[in-house]
């Protein structure tokens, strides 16, 4: 789905690919709510093709019949695959309704994309649902087929996933635990896989004005309300300092479906005016938090289905914005926070050890300063947007 408020690492990249002379066409699954959206997403929500079948019933229709009549043996074969089970794929009637709709899509874009000249790559973001209607849509026009690799798409829904390595001209990943776990899985030594971070605009949140941190300390958390990013342990966290007779405010900004959860246990620790959720914010809402914030904390912990934090974008944009950070060790997350040189990590799931953390950091400027200076710099080395942009823009011109 294109454009998603809690995604502004898409909607960056398409805005480089076009700095870089890359004209992009947006092809989204699904259809966003307007009103959940970035200022600068408005422009591209015009110009995005929604694939949503309820609205394109006789095309999509069209293109399966003109498909079946013109490539049938082509057509099945792709059928049995996608909708083939397997350890990886799934069964069961979801895993079929999922799996058919994004034939169906493939099927579709791979007729508009057929019908127009101009094209010559088809590139997914993420590893399962959108790669796989592109790996079809590829299949059927002889396009180049290619595709990014994030967290949740390869740990918990790898559909397909080595035909897609294998028929992939190549993979980008934004992190080296990605790669590692990729090249491992497809048995392809690596050649195919490349590492390209995911990043951030820095300039964005270096000039988006002069800290000046409120008191009591702000201890501020951007994520989404999901399991894997650890809120359970930070609110745990809280208690404990709250226990000490610490002062602070905790701000939590995001929105999903552990939020009732949340609120329930905010409620009963008695914490209700330590702990302030706010919802979903857009980007130019949040850029002021992090400026009267003390520290940020996103304590990503691994999800009973398997899933994980890639490498969180929140995290770089808050190390971009001058503030220390606090993570825990897991995935590819120590990549960016080096623990004791660019941020803190703890053990994931530890809510004592974090709780040390955050206290260290709020009685500690000195090492405030010193963290957000060097977490400064590492993003500006390794995590910026327009840089690693480049590298994907050599592949797509060459892969």
């Known amino acids: 789905m294109f454009p998603v408020i809690s995604e502004t690492f898409t909607l960056r990249e398409i805005q480089m690919l076009e700095k870089n002379n890359v004209a992009v066409q947006v092809f989204s699954m699904k259809r966003p709510e307007k009103k959940l959206m970035h200022a600068e997403a408005r422009c591209f929500f015009a110009k995005t093709r929604y694939m949503d079948l309820g609205r394109n019933l006789y095309p999509?229709?069209?293109?399966?019949?003109?498909?079946?009549?013109?490539?049938?043996?082509?057509?099945?074969?792709?059928?049995?695959?996608?909708?083939?089970?397997s350890p990886y794929n799934g069964k069961g009637a979801r895993f079929v309704l999922r799996s058919a709709a994004q034939f169906v899509r493939g099927v579709y874009l791979a007729r508009i994309i057929g019908s127009r000249s101009g094209f010559c790559r088809i590139h997914a973001q993420f590893a399962e649902g959108s790669s796989t209607s592109a790996w079809v849509a590829s299949e059927l026009t002889g396009l180049p087929f290619s595709f990014t690799a994030h967290a949740y798409d390869i740990f918990c829904l790898p559909q397909l996933l080595e035909e897609k390595i294998r028929s992939a001209s190549f993979v980008a990943t934004i992190s080296e635990y990605n790669r590692r776990f990729l090249s491992e899985f497809s048995n392809c030594g690596g050649k195919k896989i490349h590492l390209i971070r995911a990043g951030v605009n820095t300039g964005l949140f270096v000039s988006a004005g002069k800290r000046e941190e409120e008191m009591p300390p702000v201890i501020l958390c951007v994520a989404q309300l999901v399991e894997k990013k650890g809120h359970m342990v930070l609110l745990e966290a809280c208690r404990l300092m709250a226990q000490k007779g610490i002062d602070f405010r905790c701000i939590l900004v995001g929105d999903g479906p552990r939020r009732r959860a949340i609120e329930n246990i905010i409620s009963s620790y008695c914490l209700p005016g330590k702990i302030i959720l706010k919802g979903v914010l857009r980007q130019e809402e949040i850029l002021p938090l992090y400026n009267r914030a003390s520290v940020f904390v996103l304590p990503s912990v691994l999800a009973r289905d398997g899933d994980r934090d890639g490498i969180p974008v929140a995290l770089m944009e808050a190390m971009a914005a001058g503030l220390p950070v606090i993570s825990s060790d897991i995935s590819g997350i120590g990549e960016l926070v080096e623990n004791g040189i660019t941020g803190l990590t703890v053990e994931s799931g530890n809510s004592r050890q974090l709780a040390e953390a955050i206290e260290r950091l709020i009685n500690d400027p000195g090492l405030r300063l010193q963290l957000s200076r060097n977490a400064l710099g590492k993003v500006k080395a390794e995590y910026d947007m327009e840089k690693n942009t480049k590298r994907l823009v050599t592949l797509l011109q060459c892969g």
């Open 60 to 85: 999509v229709l069209m293109a399966h019949l003109l498909t079946l009549l013109f490539s049938p043996l082509k057509y099945i074969k792709l059928c049995f695959i996608v909708l083939r089970p």
